[in-house]
């Protein structure tokens, strides 16, 4: 939830003044999960969003406007959660938006993910309002030109010790384009701290005056994902790392 809850807040009070917005997700996923009926995860992440609503909810409206634009409240009777381009459509509708044009990336080897993608939005599609990619996310991204806001969120970085994520953050501050960036966060072999490619990303984020946060959900430090890191450049960056 802590990537949609930076992803909702930060476009919320984004300034968004032309038609034609222009968004890339990297490594975009389906538009819709399924939760399953055994899913603890999922409703676990609700949970502790509704303890943190009930205790801070009062100091950060951003919290209930979460909560109430995610349909939090039903996920348990719904049985599905919304990925990031659902989410920031979702976004547009609510801002009145009408033009606006995606690019969703995905590598799923099998091509699964992006025949999804294009059934989910079969009339976007259609009249090229999104468009569809089965390809490298990281060289599309740079490809593009006019992106107003980049969300690059990989599965992993460890393969090539974080650079083409690195260098993709690099490419949106060098163009001032406004991004939300994702990535778990692992430990090392030693089990004594974090791998050798999130402290790169950690001293990235110090050297170009990038608001960070980390989140950790264990003490124990795995080569399993045990957190995430999160880089935002934007208007309201440091507002949504403070909260």
């Known amino acids: 939830l802590v990537k949609h809850f930076s992803l909702v807040t930060l476009l919320h009070d984004m300034s968004i003044d032309h ?9 975009s996923g389906e538009a819709d999960y399924q939760i399953p009926p055994d ?4 409703l676990a992440g609700v949970g502790n969003f509704e303890a943190i609503l009930r205790e801070h909810g009062s100091e950060h ?17 719904q049985n599905f959660y919304p990925g990031s381009s659902r989410i920031v459509q979702k976004m547009m509708a609510s801002r009145q938006i009408r033009e606006y044009h995606f690019v969703l990336c995905d590598v799923d080897p099998g091509g699964y993910v992006c025949q999804s993608l294009r059934k989910s939005y079969e009339k976007e599609v259609a009249e090229k309002q999104i468009v569809v990619i089965h390809g490298d996310g990281y060289r599309e991204a740079k490809q593009k030109v006019g992106m107003d806001f980049m969300l690059i969120d ?11 994520f690195i260098t993709l953050i690099e490419y949106c501050i060098s163009q001032d384009i406004s991004f939300l960036s994702w990535n778990p966060l692992v430990g090392n072999d030693t089990g004594d701290g974090m791998s050798p490619e999130c402290q790169n990303v950690v001293e990235a984020a110090y050297r170009h005056s990038i608001p960070m946060f980390t989140v950790r959900w264990t003490d124990e430090w795995t080569e399993a994902m045990c957190g995430c890191q999160l880089m935002i450049q934007g208007k309201g960056a440091e507002d949504v790392v403070q909260q």
């Open 154 to 164: 990989p599965p992993e970085i460890r393969s090539d010790g974080g650079k083409e």
């Open 19 to 27: 038609e034609g917005w222009n968004y890339i997700d990297v490594h």
């Open 61 to 77: 409206s951003s919290f209930t406007y979460f909560y109430n634009f995610m349909g939090l409240g039903c996920m348990r009777e």
């Open 39 to 42: 899913s603890s995860s999922i």
